[in-house]
């Protein structure tokens, strides 16, 4: 994480090494100590609190003028009301305010990002890195996963319910299996656009290849859901404006990976499972109800897609989810305006897993109340109504195919997160920072300015007096080649 932010920074001048780290640390959730001060830290955490020192210092050199756009605001609100429900409504409510401080590094790192992502540039660059660091991370996790199967086991897959998950360098499969959707959507999108001749599109394809396989083996139907759903959307959004040839490379890709992952990952018995329970038998080490490495033979699709329409080990999870959805409600009606406070359905529940809230909304709701839920309902329909507009007046290939990956990640990830929320981590923050910026600096004629349609920019050759645009790190990219990967 530390080397590559270093070396990118050393080549994106526009981008500080603390910004570049957090990106980084998004994708690496499972490095975090245990018990500081009865806390977990994380290292995002630490990035996210040394991207505000910077932020600070830039503030007090006056290279920043501070400035508070209306979805900056609505982020900035929940962290009072976060403060005011744990004080007023928990039963413990000086737990709770010990839960709120997990949110208050991301969300001083949110108000950091919006202000050095002013630019198109920055946003650029920054959308380039997260791009290239989830692909590693995930790159990564698949070698973690491979090794495990040749027997060498390094703390990257979970053993447990009948099966092998991925969770790699995140810290749960599902939040891993969520991730790999996010970048296997910008790597489709990309490839989808890559239209002019001769156009290097191999990274581009290794990252979609890489990516499949990860939303595979995370062994979550949250996953499989979200890459189905986010094809459909792209094509759905971009069917007239796209050429046969990309669609069917970039659908071939997927199909093929998908289908040698899934004969490469059944019905076999990696040397790793006769190795002692380590950190990969189960959650921080210990071994669940169904972890016995001798039952499991490989990765289980079948059942996990026949539990969602059969009894069955597979269908315990949706049954657990349904009920701990209805109990948080029940307790959410006793503080219905301002929730319950931080944590406090599992804090009040002696922190046993059942009643952790897996559901970004209504953990949400449960939490923080009505106002809560306002708040963030109000910046998710303002961010797609922004997107949308920008997708629809704008000339590719920035912002347009920008705003239209960031529409796919708002849609899936919403989706996938109301069973596996990532509000306690980085990533969800860093995300709400690229919607929040992306409106802010495009919302205006100016910076849309005239839509031009795709077939009309195939018919101009590359002499016909379109102006090269300048990457981030030097040299030129062809109007139609996708700088920024979209």
């Not at 932020?55 to 900035?76: G, H, N």
């Not at 961010?383 to 195919?401: E, H, M, N, Q, S």
Request: glycine residues 8%; positive net charge.
């Amino acid at each position: 994480m530390v080397l590559l932010s270093f070396f990118y920074g050393r080549r994106h001048r526009l981008l500080s090494f603390p910004l570049l780290l957090l990106i980084a640390a998004v994708f690496f959730s499972r490095v975090y100590w245990r018990n500081v001060f009865g806390l977990t830290i994380r290292f995002e955490q630490l990035a996210c609190g040394l991207l505000f020192l910077a932020f600070l210092y830039d503030l007090w050199r006056k290279k920043i003028r501070l400035r508070f756009e209306p979805l900056t605001i609505l982020v900035l609100c929940l962290l009072p009301l976060m403060i005011l429900s744990s004080l007023l409504e928990s039963k413990l409510p000086m737990q709770s305010l010990k839960k709120t401080l997990v949110y208050v590094p991301y969300v001083l790192a949110f108000l950091a990002l919006v202000h050095y992502w002013a630019d198109k540039e920055r946003l650029r660059g920054a959308w380039d890195f997260f791009y290239m660091a989830g692909t590693i991370a995930l790159g990564i996790s698949l070698v973690g996963f491979i090794l495990f199967l040749f027997g060498v086991n390094v703390g990257m897959v979970k053993v447990g319910s009948g099966s092998l998950w991925l969770r790699g360098t995140m810290i749960i499969p599902n939040i891993l299996g969520s991730t790999a959707v996010l970048i296997f959507a910008i790597a489709f999108i990309r490839l989808l656009f890559r239209k002019a001749p001769g156009t290097k599109a191999w990274g581009d394809m290794a990252a979609l290849v890489v990516a499949t396989a990860c939303v595979m083996v995370s062994f979550t139907r949250a996953a499989w859901a979200g890459a189905v759903l986010g094809l459909i959307a792209v094509l759905l959004l971009s069917f007239k404006m796209v050429f046969i040839k990309p669609v069917l490379l970039s659908l071939a890709l997927v199909i093929g990976t998908a289908g040698l992952t899934y004969l490469a990952t059944t019905h076999i018995k990696p040397p790793g499972l006769a190795m002692e329970p380590e950190v990969s038998m189960g959650e921080y080490g210990e071994e669940d109800e169904y972890s016995n490495p001798n039952s499991v033979d490989g990765i289980a699709y079948e059942g996990k897609i026949l539990g969602v329409f059969e009894e069955g080990m597979y269908s315990k999870t949706i049954k657990n989810r349904l009920l701990t959805y209805r109990n948080a409600l029940q307790d959410w009606l006793s503080s219905p305006i301002i929730g319950r406070g931080t944590e406090s359905f599992l804090l009040e529940n002696k922190n046993r897993p059942q009643y952790y809230i897996p559901s970004t909304w209504i953990a949400i709701l449960h939490d923080w109340g009505l106002i809560g839920l306002l708040l963030h309902g109000i910046f998710l329909l303002l961010v797609l109504a922004g997107l949308w507009k920008i997708y629809r007046k704008t000339p590719d290939p920035f912002p347009g195919r920008y705003s239209l990956t960031l529409m796919v990640i708002l849609f899936v990830s919403t989706l996938m997160y109301q069973t596996a929320t990532t509000m306690q981590l980085s990533i969800f923050w860093v995300l709400l920072a690229f919607y929040a910026s992306t409106v802010a600096i495009f919302s205006h004629p100016a910076a849309i300015g005239p839509r031009i349609s795709q077939e009309e920019r195939a018919d101009k050759s590359p002499h016909s007096g379109i102006p090269a645009l300048k990457s981030i790190g030097g040299g030129d990219f062809k109007r139609g080649e996708n700088p920024i990967g979209l």
